[in-house]
């Protein structure tokens, strides 16, 4: 049986990485110690799902509470499993820009040190196994707020002439621009990953990902654009939309769309690769049209407040243009745009807050 490695398989796309190759007849290896909490409090604790996974899976889903900072236990981790590893898909992270800042070490040696340790080992144990990690659009740090935007009536839009019309694709540089630590962090990883492919002849890739969502994101203010808001809709708890007048635009992808991409890259790998990948114009929206659409859902108002500095590095517009993969994959297609994406979000959350 082939053996599949996920990080943070616990978290978002770790969990739907899980349920994705399990059903599928993988024996999948978890890795996940639950620091979402420490990052974001008891209320973003993945237990929850940790727990449905395990029940759900039971032989097929093996599950480690392990530290990806600890070099030692990794690497007895996949000494023991060693060829029998065929892919590692590594989503663990600290996720947020603002507690980056708080912690810049415990941020960076999450991010960067504990990617590193994951791709020695990779390397060491398993060379010919398929390496996908979850990188971020913020590897651009601020760069996109530099593009010509024009103010609409609900959102922040580039002019149709512009050469990101069709969202933002891998020529954009990441040099000189404002990252925020958790930018920097992270575009260390995205490096290491598309180093240990280019040097070493890995089959690596990093997916630089626009807003990734779905119904298992344990959802906070500083991380779960989409989760957090729905939630907030929900419950009638306070929502802060920072800055930008709440123009800002995100595409959103759901976390199955990425995990069947990262299958497709899985059955015919490449070295160091990067790819742009979200909702692109397929699925994106505002922040105000985003609110629109979950009060339209729950059938309440949500209760917002406006505050006007927004959040150091954040994207006024950002749209993944994802046609690289597609041209390199041209089987992977969207299962979910928006609307579907949060109406699932919905009914998931409504079963999952009202059973606390």
Request: aromatic residues 12%; contains cysteine; proline residues 3%.
């Amino acid at each position: 049986m082939n053996t599949i490695i996920v990080t943070g398989s616990a978290g978002l796309i770790g969990s739907e990485s899980v349920r994705f190759f399990a059903d599928k007849g993988f024996h999948v290896v978890g890795i996940d110690n639950n620091m979402r909490a420490q990052f974001f409090g008891k209320s973003a604790s993945t237990e929850w799902n940790r727990d449905l996974l395990k029940n759900k899976y039971g032989n097929l889903y093996q599950h480690y509470n392990l530290d990806i900072r600890d070099r030692t236990k990794i690497e007895k981790l996949f000494k023991d499993y060693s060829t029998d590893i065929d892919l590692i898909i590594h989503t663990a992270a600290q996720p947020s820009h603002d507690w980056a800042a708080k912690d810049p070490h415990t941020d960076f040696t999450v991010n960067a040190n504990g990617t590193l340790n994951l791709l020695e080992a990779t390397r060491q144990f398993c060379p010919n196994s398929v390496f996908i990690f979850t990188s971020t659009n913020k590897v651009y740090g601020d760069t996109p707020n530099y593009m010509p935007l024009k103010e609409l009536e609900t959102r922040w839009e580039i002019d149709p002439s512009h050469q990101y019309a069709n969202g933002i694709d891998e020529s954009m540089t990441i040099d000189n621009s404002k990252h925020s630590l958790f930018g920097a962090s992270k575009v260390s990883a995205d490096i290491l990953v598309q180093e240990y492919g280019k040097y070493f002849g890995l089959k690596t890739a990093s997916f630089r990902g626009g807003c990734l969502t779905g119904p298992f994101h344990s959802g906070t203010q500083l991380h779960g654009f989409l989760a957090y808001l729905m939630k907030c809709t929900i419950m009638g708890e306070p929502y802060t939309i920072f800055g930008y007048k709440g123009k800002q635009v995100r595409d959103n992808i759901h976390s199955y769309d990425l995990v069947n991409a990262f299958y497709h890259f899985y059955q015919n790998p490449r070295s160091g690769e990067v790819y742009n990948i979200g909702g692109s114009r397929h699925s994106h929206c505002s922040m105000m049209e985003a609110i629109s659409l979950c009060e339209e859902i729950v059938g309440k108002k949500l209760q917002s407040v406006y505050a006007e500095n927004n959040r150091i590095g954040d994207h006024v517009w950002y749209v993944s243009d994802v046609r690289k993969f597609a041209a390199h994959y041209p089987q992977w297609k969207y299962k979910y745009n928006l609307v579907k994406i949060l109406e699932e979000m919905y009914n998931c959350q409504v079963s999952r807050l009202c059973t606390k």
